[in-house]
């Protein structure tokens, strides 16, 4: 890694990225590296703490944790939305656990001292007991934690002097602008508890190169000696077009459309989700287009008119829906956006499947996964409640995610493995990987701020990349 003139006290970085297209193995086990993580990574980045469909009402509240730190994000009225370090200002006791409402504000469990929705201390049991110089009011109050509002979800800073959360995540943020991610609400999330690194658990879902050998229900008539993409080509999609049609021969529209259709249902059944049901079955309703004969203009013809049905499907029923017209445009119709250093948002139509997640030890981490869509306003569900984690190989896991699930214990092991020194990334296709693990590298080495912004802007975003200049 090169270092430039903009560092605050450069640290070394043990089992640095010396090549952006190898990674190291020990930074997905090593404790010493973990615990640079801990201290200089985490406590400096802006992380999805909840989803804003998880606190609708006055006094609804997400704990949020991680590592060692536990926050309190609460809403305190419809407009505000604030979050608090989860200890009372006594004895150091957390006032909450998981998710509730507290329409008057948060009392201790130990002593019974109380706390507004706007952190300031309400009731202390016998105040004459304590020195005055202990209870002044503003020395009582719940500390606050930053927090800002994003794409539907409150994202919280443990750094009060770091960079705001747009400029942080660009241009993922402005991407889920264009979604209208905000109007996404959670129908259903579950969680595994994985004996891997976080780090490791994420890069599955970096790259599309290994859907053919882990996913081989998705590439559908696409045989095992085809090649992953063109070099150059188009990023790889469900939303892809594939046909069994070869060379000038042509579509025969019916056959076309019922194997754009399959392929829709095999995401939406192998993710109980991200292409949502009620999306196929506006599909399933064009059968009787006409197409143009040639592949492309099929292609064209049936993805603007499937555009076209769920835009007006939701428009009748009153749900907000983003202009896909538009997003195919500008290029956002990506199948899968990351956002430094731990959030993906895969967006579909009228919906999306989301991924979080934590560290637990340097071997071990939770995976959240969320399926989120649209519904008429005042006619959402409650959020689902938190999930009980599941292991990998759980048998209520959807197919895809389950078969993602089946490769990373196996990675982690490997890891472990004589003469396994470092990975090996495609620079076309795995770039993200190397991208984001060089970002990393400059939170551990200490590099001044505005640089690891702009190499944030140029790691956030659709997966599937080559390797980029992040600035340093």
């Known amino acids: 890694m090169t270092l430039t003139d903009k560092t605050r006290a450069a640290l070394p970085v043990p089992y640095a990225m010396e ?38 009402h ?98 919280i800073n443990l750094d009060d002097g770091a960079p705001g959360l747009r400029e942080s995540i660009e241009p993922f943020v402005t991407t889920f602008d264009a979604w209208k991610a905000e109007s996404l609400w959670p129908e259903w999330h579950l969680s595994c508890r994985m004996p891997v690194n976080w780090k490791l658990a994420m890069e599955a879902f970096m790259e599309g190169y290994h859907v053919r050998e882990t996913h081989p229900q998705l590439f559908g008539a696409v045989s095992a000696g085809d090649i992953y993409r063109v070099i150059g080509g188009e990023p790889p999609s469900h ?45 399933e309703g064009l059968r009787d287009l006409e197409l143009p004969k040639d592949l492309a203009g099929a292609a064209q013809t049936f993805y603007r008119e499937l555009n076209n049905a769920v835009m007006a499907s ?18 956002l119709n990506r199948s899968v956006f990351f956002c430094f250093p731990n959030y993906f948002l895969l967006p579909t139509y009228s919906s999306a499947a989301s991924y979080r997640i934590r560290p637990l030890g340097p071997e071990e981490c939770l995976f959240e996964l969320w399926s989120l869509t649209r519904y008429p306003p005042g006619s959402e569900p409650p959020a689902p409640p938190t999930p009980v984690p599941m292991a990998p190989d759980d048998s209520r896991w959807p197919t895809i995610p389950g ?53 944030a802007q140029r790691v956030s975003g659709p997966f599937d990349v080559g390797l980029v200049d992040i600035g340093f």
Not at 80 to 106: E, I, M
Not at 435 to 454: F, K, M, S, T
């Open 19 to 56: 090549r952006s297209d190898r990674v190291p193995s020990r930074r997905y086990y090593d404790p010493e590296f973990y615990a640079m993580e801990c201290e200089l990574l985490w406590p400096h980045v802006w992380q999805m703490a909840c989803r804003l469909a998880e606190i609708p």
């Open 58 to 155: 006055p006094g609804d509240f997400v704990e949020y944790v991680i590592l060692d730190k536990s926050i309190i994000v609460v809403r305190v009225d419809h407009s505000t939305v604030r979050a608090y370090h989860n200890a009372c200002r006594h004895r150091g006791v957390q006032l909450v656990k998981d998710r509730g409402n507290a329409p008057s504000g948060f009392t201790c469990p130990f002593h019974g001292w109380c706390y507004g929705l706007n952190g300031a201390n309400t009731y202390i049991y016998q105040p004459d007991l304590f020195d005055k110089s202990n209870i002044e009011p503003s020395d009582v109050a719940l500390t606050p934690c930053r927090v800002e509002i994003a794409n539907g979800c409150a994202f």
């Open 239 to 283: 939303r892809n077009v594939r046909s069994r049609a070869t060379g000038g021969a042509a579509i025969d529209s019916r056959s076309f459309i019922d194997e754009q259709i399959q392929r829709m249902r095999l995401v939406s059944e192998g993710m109980a989700g991200e292409i949502h049901e009620k999306d196929v079955r506006i599909a």
């Open 314 to 331: 939701n428009a009748q029923a009153g749900i907000e829906c983003p202009d896909l017209h538009m997003i195919n445009e500008r290029d």
């Open 403 to 455: 078969q993602d699930y089946s490769n990373l214990p196996k990675q982690q092991l490997g890891l472990h493995a004589k003469g396994f020194d470092f990975m090996r990334l495609s620079p076309h296709v795995e770039g993200l990987i190397g991208n984001y693990q060089r970002l990393i590298d400059g939170y551990l080495a200490g590099l001044d701020p505005e640089l690891l912004v702009q190499g």
